[in-house]
């Protein structure tokens, strides 16, 4: 069965993406399927604060991929330019084992569906909140959507 939780501001997804980053492993591989504005990338700014890294996480807007060094590497592609561009032919290589990798417009490479450890699907319940649901994830991560005031 698939959990969600309702966040009601910014500050309340990122917390969510601290807890997630608590218990992501190197080799975890996130996709975040939802629309424009749904709150992907403040979800990942929280995941990397988790794993230390508190600055330069945005929107890669003219690339596809950004790197940042924390506890645990995070490779961070934002998909969303891909416009049906092959996965192959990005030129990007696949998923690193000993990295926590995160893909936002996951949905626009299907063949990330394949590699995804954890899907995550965010929609826009109203002007500041957001639903994120589990559709796919180990119990460690499922814990976290079960129990989020904890
Ligand atoms: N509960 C909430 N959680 C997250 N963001 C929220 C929430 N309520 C309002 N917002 C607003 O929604 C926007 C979310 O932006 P964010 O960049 O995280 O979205 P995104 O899904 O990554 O979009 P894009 O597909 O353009 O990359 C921000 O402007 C933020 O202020
Ligand atoms: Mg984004």
Request: aromatic share 8%.
């Given at each position: 069965m698939n959990t969600f939780v309702d966040t009601t501001s910014v500050a309340e997804t990122r917390e969510l993406g601290r807890r997630l980053g608590q218990v992501l492993e190197p080799g975890?591989?996130?996709?975040?399927e939802g629309d424009l504005g749904t709150g992907?990338?403040?979800?990942?700014?929280?995941?990397a604060e988790a794993l230390g890294v508190t600055t330069?996480?945005?929107?890669p807007t003219f690339v596809l991929h950004h790197h940042y060094q924390g506890r645990v590497p995070i490779e961070h592609y934002d998909?969303?330019?891909?416009?049906?561009?092959?996965?192959?032919?990005t030129g990007?290589?696949?998923?690193?084992?000993?990295?926590?990798?995160?893909?936002?417009?996951?949905e626009r490479?299907?063949?990330l569906n394949d590699?995804?450890?954890i899907r995550i699907?965010?929609?826009s319940k109203a002007e500041t909140r957001r639903r994120l649901t589990l559709l796919h994830g180990p119990d460690r991560i499922r814990a976290v959507f079960r129990a989020p005031g904890d």
């Open positions: 975890d591989i996130i996709a975040l992907k990338t403040e979800l990942v700014k929280g995941i330069g996480v945005h929107s998909l969303y330019r891909l416009d049906g561009m092959a996965w192959v032919d990007l290589d696949e998923p690193a084992p000993d990295a926590v990798t995160v893909i936002e417009w996951a490479a299907g063949v590699w995804a450890t699907g965010l929609t």
